[in-house]
Each structure stands twice: as structure tokens, then as C-alpha cells.
């Protein structure tokens, strides 16, 4: 019963957490009109919360980093498939953190390649809690191949050749944490680079229908030997639907993570990380839809990861024991 309490405990101190940056978050909609969600989504998004936020970036003790690639409804021809890269690192002796995305999206006839240097700033609000606020910018190459498509009509103009584009973009986000729970809030990017069909070109503007913001947390819990890890995210665009991510890991022999995640309407998700040793870690998860694309991407969805931890001051180690 104590530790049931405790458990509920916790899970009420992260709502109200949740529930100030739905508040901020709201604003936003307030202003805005319907949209689709579009962005790149991945499933060990505490692992890659660089790529998420970059206020994350920094927050470690030393240089790190997490590649991952995403094959998304295995099988299904023009499906979804992502490879991400960010490597962060604190700046010695001071409050500053830096960090590099690579990612690169590709879907149907359309690429998408984006590269994002960040900074941000650690403030120590006590001996437990700090609040990294981050700035990030860069740019996106859009590629939109029409020559892939199949017509009924050969040569038509509409489907002849290829379309290529640079555009800039920006971010901000914000992340506050201590050794056993965390909070972040994020915007990643302001600018939308989207093609024209009608007019056969790629535009960026800034268009607000179309930010996507991240509100996410998670606490570690000490349940007898055991240590569980709760996780939750909410995806919000102006219009659609709110979608949330809820996930629970257990640690087993201090070295394996496994665990199941829910994408709400959409996937049943299973996790799994093994820590090879301190500085290297493999991730991996499978989705199962449970929704209509079940019916032809029956072989789900995967994503594999490798998480890389070491130090440029040949210090064996983070020196503070760390969990995200």
C-alpha cells in the first residue's frame, strides 16, 4: 500500500506539471488553424531529445550522442523511412551546451534533409533542479522527385523531373530536470517547406497552422530492486488531434531496459536498451498499428538506435548517474 501511494504520489506532481505546459502550449492554438502532423516521429524519444528539444543538448556530463533509423510500415511501398543524428556536449566550465541534428526523412516522392546547431544555457534553480532554456537554427533541403511517380499519360509536365530547395529554420525549447525526474517543452521549427503542386515550387514561409509543439516528462521510480521508468509525451498541432505516447520500462540486472509504450490511436509499441557498457547502448522497438494500415503493413513498424557516451578529458564516465 506505501508503495502504491507513493506511485500515485508521483503521477499527481507530473499532471500538474503537464498541466501548466498544456497551458502554454494552448496559446498557440489559440492563434492558429487546423493542420496535419508531419514531422518525423521516434519511439526512444528519451534518448533522442536532442532531436526533440534543444534545450536536452548539454545536459549530460560529457559528449554524446544517438544515431537512429526508422523503417516505418515495413512492406508498404513509398512508406515512411527516418535516420536521425544528434551528438551534444557541455562547454567546459561554464553553463553553456552545444549540439548538432542531422535527419534525414524520406516519403514517397519527397526527401527532406535538415541539419540544426543549437545552444543553450543551464540555470541551477537549487542543489537538485536545473532549467536549460536553448535557441537552435538551421536548414532544410527539400528534394521532391516527381520522376518516380507512375502516369497513365507519358511525359506529363506535372511528373517530369526533379525539384531541389534550401530553406531556413528555427527552434527554441526549454527543459528542467534532476537525477530521477524531467520536463521539457519545445518548438523545433517555426518555418513550414512545402511543395506546390499546382505551381511547381517549394515554399518557406512561416506558417503557423503548422507548428508542432512537444510537452513530455518522466520519472524513475525505486520500487523495491526495481527501478521503473515512466514516460509521457504529448504532440500537438493546431486543428489535428492531440496525439500522446505513455511508456513504462523496468530495468533488469542494471543493464536491460524493456518495456511497452502507447501512441494513442494509433500503435501498440514495444521497447527495448541494453547498456553494453558505459559508454555504448543499443535501442530497439517494434509498432504494431492498431488502426486501418494494419491491413497492409502487417510487418509493423522498426527503429534501431546506438547510443554513444564518452569523454574528450578521459574521465571514465558521466559523473552524475543518469537514466535520460
Known sequence: MAVMNLVI????????????MVILVSLNLCLTKGHAQDQAVFNHYVSNQGILNPAYNGTRDIVSGL????????????????DALNVHAPIEHTDLGVGIVLMND??????????FAACSYKLKLDRKHTLSLALQAGFKNVIYDATKAVTVD????????????????????????????????????FFSNKYNT????????VDFANLHSYMYGGYIFDINDLKVKTTALFRVVPGAPVTMDISAQI??????????SYRTVTDLIFLAEYQIDKKWAVKY????????????????THELGVQFD??????PGMRSIRYF
Open 9 to 20: 504520489e508521483k503521477l499527481l506532481y507530473m499532471i500538474r506539471l503537464f498541466k501548466y
Open 67 to 82: 544515431l537512429v533509423h526508422r523503417n516505418q510500415w515495413l512492406g508498404m511501398k513509398g512508406a515512411p523511412m527516418s
Open 106 to 115: 524520406n516519403i514517397g516522392f519527397t526527401n527532406n534533409l535538415e541539419f
Open 154 to 189: 507519358y511525359g506529363d509536365p506535372v511528373f517530369d523531373g526533379k525539384i531541389s530547395k534550401f530553406g531556413f529554420n528555427f527552434g527554441f525549447g526549454a527543459y528542467w530536470y534532476s537525477s530521477k525526474y524531467f520536463a521539457g517543452l519545445s518548438i523545433p521549427r
Open 198 to 205: 499546382d505551381k511547381q515550387e517549394i515554399k518557406n514561409t
Open 251 to 260: 530495468l533488469l540486472m542494471e543493464k536491460l531496459w524493456l518495456g511497452l
Open 285 to 300: 522497438s517494434f509498432d504494431y498499428p492498431l488502426n486501418s494500415i494494419s491491413k497492409y503493413a502487417k510487418m509493423g
Open 310 to 315: 564518452f569523454s574528450l578529458n578521459k574521465r
